[in-house]
């Protein structure tokens, strides 16, 4: 069983068009079957250079391995629709051959005309009704078109259920362009069919088409291969189909955002298919297993981006709680801030270790942990505006730090336990509520609005760095 997924290379690679990918490879690999990569790149205006090597890029960091196509070649080769126009050529000349198809030299100015006379009249405009009468012989420089034989059609969607249309939709569609590449309509009909193709899996606009589709496979004798068309990804509005201007951002900007791979596969699959259960979190290996095309909605998806960020955080975790913290710090590079370099990998995995519960991208790790390197601004009003604080005068808050530095310092053994012990017996001593005292010695540490649990994070900065810090406070408030 065979699978594609037959992007074209102009520009980045969209939400939309990932998820187009994931279905074929989920299938393929439950299937034990074969994913075939593609390159649909004929329509040369539109081509943008890199574009190619970004959906390898992409498609590799999702796990998604493909068997046949660019790099990795294969028995249909090439994969790439512009080294294959002699293949079209050939198909092209079958249908001549048949009666099926023919030179058009109809230029776009008299063709405009057609529309308009229709226009004109109100009625629909069909190139059919306007065949040249004594076409030329064909050869590459002059466009292909076929020649239709309209009658109502009837097919099967995998996702849509049974289909019909008729024949006022199917018209004399252009083949091979006059720059001797083939349309997309010609073009994917071959490339299946050459490639033994069983599954088309494409986007619902192309339903439309279909019929067309049809008549293509009929005059050939081809088996026609399972459809199904994917529900349009929608705009967080729901009213419309996602588009750039509604906030989703390319595939790889979220990766450079600190999205992991499998959030984002993740996130993709459940987009407008579920297994019928309540589960949201699953690995590659479980969608593989419980992929199946009849669990596709035929409805369009909403796109959430506050839940790809809250699915990325359980993967936070669940990398970090099953593998380990090496392997979550393993994919931080990159991710920490600019002071983070003049500290060891052990000391960033400490504060990896008591940070990572609470990020939702990696790129978090760039506000969230700043103060572990690099001694804080200091910001009187984080203390004395605090929610806890603010009923305590600046001279109580000097106080009560100073209290504590006189406490800690006693501490010989500077670990998570001690720490606790003795933060435990400062709120007995200063009969001070944990939010009160907490809030005074974190914010005198970190300045921060967030860090993780108190003797944690001073574990972490160490004996030296938290006194000196809460001394820095002290003086701060005496000559503020």
């Known amino acids: 069983m065979k699978t594609r997924f037959a992007p074209s290379p102009t520009g980045y690679i969209h939400i939309g068009n990932v998820r187009s990918a994931i279905y074929p490879y989920l299938l393929a690999r439950q ?54 126009a002699e293949i079209y050529h050939a198909w092209g000349q079958k249908l001549i051959d048949m009666g099926r198809a023919y030179a058009d030299p109809t230029n ?26 004594n076409p030329p012989e064909w050869k590459p420089g002059i466009p292909l078109r076929f020649k239709a034989d309209p009658k109502p059609r009837t097919w099967h969607d995998e996702v849509m ?24 309509n010609f073009a994917h009909i071959v490339d299946d069919a050459e490639m033994g193709v069983d599954y088309v899996m494409r986007g619902v606009e192309y339903l439309s088409s279909t019929p067309n589709y049809l008549a293509l496979y ?76 009849p669990r596709i909605q035929n409805s369009g998806a909403r796109y959430d981006e506050t839940k790809l960020f809250w699915m990325n955080g359980q993967w936070i975790r669940k990398i970090a709680d099953e593998q380990g913290i090496e392997a979550l710090y393993a994919r931080t590079d990159g991710f920490w801030p600019e002071n983070a370099d003049a500290y060891d990998d052990n000391y960033k995995k400490r504060v990896l270790g008591i940070i990572y519960d609470r990020l939702k991208v990696l790129a978090d790790l760039r ?69 009160e005292l907490f809030s005074a010695i974190r914010l005198a540490l970190s300045f921060a609005p967030f860090s993780p649990a108190l003797h944690l994070t001073m574990e972490v900065l160490g004996k030296d760095t938290s006194l000196a810090r809460i001394n820095r406070a002290v003086n701060a408030l005496e000559n503020d």
């Open 161 to 184: 259920g049974d289909m019909s249309a008729g024949p006022e939709v199917q018209d004399d569609i252009v083949l091979i362009k006059a720059d001797g590449l083939p349309t997309y």
């Open 108 to 133: 776009a100015e008299t063709i405009q005309k057609y529309r308009d006379e229709c226009n004109a009249k109100k009625i629909p405009y069909l190139y059919r009704n306007f065949r040249p009468e």
């Open 31 to 84: 299937q034990n079957g074969t994913f075939i990569l593609r390159i649909e790149d004929t329509d040369q205006a539109r081509y943008v250079e890199g574009a190619t090597e970004l959906i390898e890029e992409t498609l590799e960091w999702l796990g998604m391995n493909w068997d046949e196509g660019p790099i990795v070649g294969g028995p249909a080769s090439p994969y790439f629709q512009s080294e294959r």
């Open 218 to 293: 009929e005059a050939f004798g081809l088996k026609i291969p399972k459809l199904v068309s994917l529900p349009h990804i929608l705009a967080p509005t729901g009213n419309k189909k996602l588009g750039k201007r509604d906030g989703a951002k390319s595939v790889t900007e979220y990766r450079k955002d600190g999205i992991l791979a499998e959030a984002m596969l993740n996130y993709l699959a459940c987009l407008g298919w579920n297994d019928g259960t309540e589960q949201e979190i699953y690995t590659k290996d479980e969608l593989i297993e419980r992929f199946s095309l």
């Open 367 to 435: 506000d969230m942990t700043g103060y572990f390197f690099t001694d804080p601004e200091i910001d009187l009003k984080m203390l004395t505006e605090n929610k806890f604080l603010k009923k305590l005068s600046e001279e109580e808050l000097s106080e009560l730090l100073q209290v504590s530095v006189r406490k800690l310092e006693a501490i010989n053994d500077w670990n998570t336990d001690t720490l606790q012990a003795a933060l435990n017996e400062l709120l007995e001593e200063t009969g001070k509520k944990p939010a």
